[in-house]
């Protein structure tokens, strides 16, 4: 049974740029300044994002 997963452009955006991340097309530098975080908090981000997934 397929699952939809309703989120805001916000959340897709930083759903993106985390997969940048992960593919290594973007670092955690340039993705805090994309997403006007601090780096802490895009760490914080990857880690939510490998322990629970997208």
């Not at 940048?20 to 990857?46: N, Y």
Request: with cysteine.
């Amino acid at each position: 049974m397929p699952c939809l997963i309703t989120m805001s452009q916000k959340e897709l955006h930083r759903l993106e740029v985390v997969q940048k991340i992960r593919d290594l097309r973007l670092s955690v530098v340039q993705a805090a300044e994309l997403l006007g975080l601090s780096r802490s908090q895009v760490h914080r981000l990857l880690q939510a994002y490998d322990r629970d997934g997208p």
